[in-house]
T-cell receptor, first 114, second 108 residues
Framework: NAGVMQNPRHLVRRRGQEARLRCSPM?????VYWYRQLPEEGLKFMVY????????ESGMPKERFSAEFPKEGPSILRIQQVVRGDSAAYFC????????????FGEGSRLTVL | QQPVQSPQAVILREGEDAVINCSSS?????VHWYRQKHGEAPVFLMI?????EQKGHEKISASFNEKKQQSSLYLTASQLSYSGTYFC?????????FGDGTTLTVKP
């Protein structure tokens, strides 16, 4: 049973380019969460999605960031016109339900903006 | 609002005990604990669902006081492998938020 799969594991972008991070949840999980982690800091909530719906995006910056979880395929976190401050590890997690139970985390995607 | 953890960092010798605290200004219905090693993904340790509940995992246990809106993680007779950053998390309407973490370093 494959765990949460994230790709790419490492991504380097120049300022102004776009970054696309993908997350395939565990089989049977329909809830996906994205977190950002700066070096030596905690996990900051960004967005919570169910299939085809954004449930809570209160942690997403209003500009340049978007997320989707289509009916088919992985969830995608998209960052347009990246800036150096976007450099961080982005973790995706999934769960089978919304209220209880553990989150299963992927290995993360590490974005470096030059 | 994210939960608040204390202390921020702990340094122990092998075999010593540690307590990590987590508190929230909002009502808590469940608390979950994770450990993250440097450069790796957070790994689930345990979840507490009821007030006053205690759970254990090897020599790591936790308590949850719903009335005080607090949870504590107890690490007994710590091992080198316990080193890492511990996060408590709370869930509200599906959204999970985490404290800033407590970095535990266990030295030989």
């Amino acid at each position: 049973n494959a765990g949460v799969m994230q790709n790419p594991r490492h991504l380097v972008r120049r300022r102004g380019q776009e970054a696309r991070l993908r997350c395939s949840p565990m089989k049977g999980h329909s809830h996906v969460y994205w977190y950002r982690q700066l070096p030596e800091e905690g996990l900051k909530f960004m967005v919570y999605l169910q299939k085809e719906n954004i449930i809570d995006e209160s942690g997403m910056p209003k500009e340049r960031f978007s997320a989707e979880f289509p009916k088919e395929g992985p969830s995608i976190l998209r960052i347009q016109q990246v800036v150096r401050g976007d450099s961080a590890a982005y973790f995706c997690a999934s769960s089978p339900g919304s209220d209880t139970g553990e989150l299963f985390f992927g290995e993360g995607s590490r974005l470096t903006v030059l | 609002q994210q939960p608040v953890q204390s202390p921020q960092a702990v340094i122990l010798r092998e075999g010593e005990d540690a307590v990590i605290n987590c508190s929230s200004s909002k009502a808590l219905y469940s608390v979950h604990w994770y450990r993250q090693k440097h450069g790796e993904a957070p790994v689930f340790l345990m979840i507490l669902l009821k007030g006053g509940e205690q759970k254990g995992h090897e020599k790591i246990s936790a308590s949850f006081n719903e009335k005080k809106q607090q949870s504590s993680l107890y690490l007994t007779a710590s091992q080198l492998s316990y080193s890492g950053t511990y996060f408590c998390g709370t869930r509200n309407a599906g959204k999970s938020t985490f404290g800033d973490g407590t970095t535990l370093t266990v030295k030989p």
